[in-house]
Nanobody, 116 residues
Framework: VRLVESGGGLVQAGGSLRLSCAAS????????MGWYRQAPGKQRELVAR???????NYADSVKGRFTISRANAGSAVYLQMNSLKAEDTAVYYC???????????WGQGTQVTISS
């Protein structure tokens, strides 16, 4: 399984970005895909996750600002980020999680930088 992210960049506070992640390879249909982020000196944290059944959950810090969605029969996941804040600055990682064996796959990460 391979995950490739795109869409990061530099944007001013209050702006928007859309991250994309495409999964390829032999993908088990029952899974969850999500976005994590890691800021300098901090642990990686969950931003948002969506299951193959469409259930979503978000970190409290992004609720109401970020929206996660899936497409392409579940092989792509997107993160629409609005009202961005300086504290959203981090490397964002795409994640694919398999429930049947608890295995995780990760993308290479994409940098998101918010200027205040």
């Amino acid at each position: 399984v391979r995950l490739v992210e795109s869409g990061g960049g530099l944007v001013q506070a209050g702006g928007s970005l859309r991250l994309s992640c495409a999964a390829s390879g032999s993908i088990v249909s029952v899974n969850a895909m999500g976005w994590y982020r890691q800021a300098p000196g901090k642990q990686r944290e969950l931003v948002a996750r969506i299951t193959s059944g469409g259930s979503t959950n978000y970190a409290d810090s992004v609720k109401g600002r970020f929206t996660i969605s899936r497409a392409n029969a579940g092989s792509a996941v997107y993160l629409q980020m609005n009202s961005l804040k300086a504290e959203d600055t981090a490397v964002y990682y795409c994640n694919l999680h398999y429930y049947h064996n608890s295995r995780d796959y990760w993308g290479q990460g994409t940098q998101v930088t918010i200027s205040s």
